[in-house]
């Protein structure tokens, strides 16, 4: 997320002025905890703890939701963003732009998904489940949640290539997850990402999430609840997921592209060590209310005749 020293974001760096809320924040990026267990991890009251947490969601800083776990009821967090960039408006001129562009999970150009697999919006399942033809149905626009056991799903951007200006990094995020038949939290699957054709990385996905209610996740749906929201960049040094390096794949490689798109492929190789599938959540299901999101940040060249 992008967030600028203005007026209406005071709330978000007040938040920010306390060792405790600090401590918070570097605790749920590792995990979801609830009450209890944050304020016994920091060492403070479960009073006092609500006092913090209430002043970091109004910060929208992170999010909770009661949860019925073992007979009671606790108040998990969650972290709503996973990354922040810092922009001083008055200094953009010294920054690179950016272009954003909001991918819906059902708005894919190509898709080979085996069961398990299937669509969901908001309001239902699309179709049958386990059944690959409705990848195809038209309703398949509005889908808010996508998922198969093995193999791929790719979508097109426009391409963002252009002689007057400098692209610096390309920037993906999406809530993601394996695909466990119902859910499971320990089910690994080894998810390969692709970006114009060349692969990035593969990454592990520890599992499919369901013993607690996705935050955006509607009531009528049963199975899995939420995913983990990555990141990825992929600069002039080579590419990164959540700040730690995967490969050295180059931005420069991946421009290479002459299509008039850009493609972004996400698959489960059937020869893959970990067969777990994967899981795709939009901006209404899971933790976090986003679609697939690509920014490119550029710089204006000086050199254009």
């Not at 909001?102 to 399942?125: N, W």
């Not at 859910?183 to 699957?189: E, G, H, K, Q, T």
């Not at 509607?218 to 080579?238: A, C, D, F, M």
Request: charged share 25%; aromatic share 12%; glycine share 6%.
């Amino acid at each position: 997320m992008i967030i600028s020293p203005t007026p209406e974001n005071i709330a978000f760096f007040s938040a920010l002025a306390s060792d405790v809320r600090l401590k918070i924040i570097q605790l749920l990026s590792k995990e979801d905890l609830n009450i209890k267990e944050l304020a016994e991890r920091i060492g403070v009251s479960s009073a006092i703890m609500v006092k913090h947490i209430n002043v970091l969601e109004k910060a929208n800083i992170i999010t909770s939701q009661l949860v019925k776990r073992n007979g009671t009821i606790s108040r998990v967090c969650t972290l709503v963003f996973a990354e922040y960039r810092f922009i001083i408006e008055t200094r953009r001129r010294n920054l690179p732009a950016v272009d954003t562009i909001s991918i819906p999970v059902g708005q894919y150009s190509a898709i080979d998904g085996k069961p398990t697999c299937g669509l969901a919006t908001e309001k239902d399942q699309i179709g049958n489940f386990d059944d690959p033809r409705v990848f195809w149905y038209p309703e398949r626009i509005n889908a808010q949640l996508l998922w198969f056991t093995q193999g791929y799903v790719e979508y097109r951007v426009p391409n963002y290539y252009s002689p007057e200006r400098l692209i610096t990094e390309i920037e993906l995020s999406f809530e993601i997850a394996s695909e466990a038949p119902d859910f499971a939290d320990d089910w690994p699957s080894d998810i390969t990402f692709y970006f114009n054709g060349f692969k990035l990385f593969t990454w592990t996905s520890p599992g499919d999430y369901g013993l607690k209610r996705g935050i955006l996740t509607p009531e009528w749906w049963p199975s899995n609840q939420y995913g983990l929201l990555k990141v990825i960049h992929i600069t002039r040094e080579g590419v990164m997921m959540d700040g730690i390096k995967m490969s050295d794949v180059t931005l420069d490689q991946v421009l290479t592209c002459k299509e008039p798109y850009w493609s972004i492929r996400f698959e489960v190789a059937e020869d893959a060590k970990n067969v777990g599938g994967l899981t795709l959540f939009g901006q209404k299901f899971g933790n976090h209310a986003q679609d697939i999101l690509m920014r490119v940040f550029f710089e204006k060249t000086s050199n254009i005749e």
